[in-house]
């Protein structure tokens, strides 16, 4: 990736995740669905991991968490941390497997979101956060999973046309294009 | 060239853990006077002009949002609303009845000097809610430079809100009366006896009174009250303010445990009113006194609400 496409991918992202903390802040946690909010910060640190790999998704999981931390004057760290890990893991996935299926967007805005809402619930624990320990929390992360998942197509889409054109060239799939273009290595052009 | 791409991807995340964590334990352990607590506040007083103008320009959005979220429910609300509307009736003429009597005994025992009239209601907009099921906090758009203090009680048309937990410039930090660090000392409607109102366990969305004597009067329906300053046990809250209805109760080594659903709709909110007091009043030198209560190792200043709620009788 050149210097040029770095920066235009850095400027955009930041744009990006910007628009998408203060829409979740102020549109989206107002809006409660099945008695729960949906949480399209944690979708995008996901999304951006699975599109940028696991270094770009790790920062940006580090800034959207230490803004929204800042933000709304919550224990600062904690949502960076957690973030971190989701984008970075979301980014081996990308790095690791390149899923390709329709259905890819879904199960990522799944397991980010779960990883989420699980791993904030461990940190507040463990930091001895006096707070309720129930089947309503429970209920909460399976119904804000489902949210969440429901909205991630829609995210996918949204996060994908932000950031087209700037997103960084997959190697592996540049590979697999150029091999069936060239002619050299398909078994069905072979005498 | 791999060896050196799998080096930098590990730095980085190992740099980002590391600095997460250093963050964490810093703000974790500091007092919330501290560094990175003040950088936190500054950081709120540099974008509150910002989700001012970003709540503005998202409002229609969110109005749409709620609008299909609220035609749903109008329904069965309207019913439940014209029964209301007939049960409050009935007991509104019962009511008038008592208000005289109810002055004159007031003023008898010297009960309303910390009254809503010692206070200043600043009218305030919810820019921002936590979104997370940790916190029951909203951002406002009214701060220090509006005369809003930490431990300002906040309340709307509906009733009571919460406190004011941390303050800027031009906004301030909320925490609902749902919020884990709240106490409120409060009374059912028809009773004098007084007890701590708390977020139930279990159930974020609802509250609890506790200690109420076994022999109080706890009807299901019935509303539940800020009880102000009662003899020697002050209060941050005004007396008399509506905090939910009693939805059901249970009795346990000679205390009665009564479950209240709070009556505003703090989903919802959009206009709220923060009652601020004037320098020197009483509801001021309380405030201080709350404030100045040592904190437990929670971050916001609202801890000192809940200490107050014991130790002062809030």
Known sequence: MTGGASSSLALRLGAFALFVVFFQIGVVSEVPVFGVNADVSSLLVAFVGLMCGSTVGAACGFAVGLLIDLTLLQTLGLTSLVFTLIGFWCGRLRELRDPQGALTPLLVGAGGSAVALVGYSLMEFMLGVDAPVSFELLREIVFGVIVNTIVALPMWFVTRRALEGALPDDPRRRRRRRSYTTGGLSPLTKP | ?314
């Open chain 2, 1 to 314: 060239m791999y060896d050196k791409t799998v080096r930098r991807r590990r730095a980085v995340l190992a740099l980002l853990v590391v600095l997460s964590l250093l963050l964490l334990t810093a703000y974790f352990g500091e007092a919330p006077n501290g560094r990175l607590h003040s950088v936190q506040r500054d950081f709120l007083t540099v974008v509150s002009p910002i989700q001012d103008g970003a709540n503005k320009a998202l409002k229609p959005v969110r109005d749409l949002f709620g609008w299909f979220g609220n035609t749903l429910h109008a329904k069965s609300e309207l019913a439940q609303s014209l029964k209301q509307t007939e049960k409050l009736r009935r007991e509104l003429v019962a009511d008038q009845a008592e208000k005289r009597s109810y002055r004159e005994l007031i003023s008898m025992f010297h009960l309303d000097q910390l009254g809503v009239d010692d206070y200043h209601p600043v009218t305030a907009t919810v820019v921002y809610k936590d979104p997370n099921i940790w916190y029951s906090t909203v951002n406002i758009d009214k701060g220090e430079s509006d005369g809003v203090r930490v431990n300002d009680p906040v309340i709307n048309a509906e009733g009571l809100i919460g406190k004011v937990a941390a303050v800027v410039g031009d906004g301030a930090q909320v925490d609902l009366i749902t919020d884990s660090s709240m106490g409120v000392s409060a009374r059912i409607g028809t009773s004098s006896s007084t007890g701590l109102l708390q977020p139930k366990v279990g159930d974020p969305g609802d509250l609890e009174l506790q200690y109420i004597p076994s022999t109080a009067p706890a009807n299901v329906g019935e509303y539940v009250v800020t009880s102000g300053t009662v003899s020697s046990e002050e209060s941050l809250y005004p007396p008399g303010l509506l905090i939910g209805q009693i939805t059901s109760e249970s009795e346990e080594s000679g205390f009665k445990t009564v479950n209240v659903h709070p009556l505003a709709n703090l989903h919802n909110l959009d206009i709220v009113q923060v009652l601020t007091s004037g320098a020197g009043s009483r509801p001021e030198q309380l405030s201080r006194l709350a404030a100045s209560l040592p904190v437990g190792q929670s971050s916001s200043a609202g801890s000192g609400e809940q200490l107050a709620s014991t130790q002062v009788g809030g």
